[in-house]
C-alpha cells in the first residue's frame, strides 16, 4: 500500500523560506503527475505547483517565481521549495502523485503539512 509523508512545515515569518518533502513508502512506480496543493483555513484547496515525470514543472499564479517544484523520482520524493513566504501562503500542503499502473491510473494522497507565515 501506498502513502505519502509530508514533512518540512512549520512556522516562518514573512520573507522567509520552507522546504517541503514528499516521501513515498511503497513505491508509486511510474506516475504520470505529482502535484502540491494547499489549503487555507476556511478556503478551497488549490493548486500550487505540479512536475510531471519528464520534469515539466507549472505553478499556479499566487507562486509564480517564488516557489520552485523538483523531484528526485528514482527515490520517489518529491519538494516544494517556497521563499519569499507571505502571510497568504499560510495553510496545509498536501502532495498528490498519480500513479500510472498501465490498466488505469490511481492517485495517492498525503495527509499534510502545516505552513504558518507570520506577518
Known amino acids: 500500500q501506498v502513502q505519502l509523508v509530508e514533512s518540512g512545515g512549520g512556522l516562518v515569518q514573512a520573507g522567509g523560506s520552507l522546504r517541503l518533502s514528499c516521501t513515498a513508502s511503497?513505491?508509486?512506480?511510474?506516475?504520470?503527475?505529482m502535484e502540491w496543493y494547499r489549503q487555507a483555513e476556511g478556503k478551497q484547496r488549490e493548486l500550487v505547483a505540479a512536475i510531471s515525470p519528464s520534469g515539466r514543472t507549472s505553478f499556479g499564479d499566487s507562486v509564480w517565481g517564488r516557489f520552485t517544484i523538483t523531484g528526485n523520482f528514482a527515490r520517489e520524493t518529491w519538494y516544494l521549495q517556497m521563499t519569499d513566504l507571505r502571510a497568504e501562503d499560510t495553510g496545509i500542503y498536501y502532495c498528490r502523485v498519480v500513479g500510472d499502473y498501465g490498466v488505469g491510473t490511481l492517485e495517492h494522497w498525503g495527509q499534510g503539512t502545516q505552513v504558518t507565515v507570520s506577518p
Open positions: 511503497g513505491s508509486v512506480g511510474p506516475f504520470t503527475i
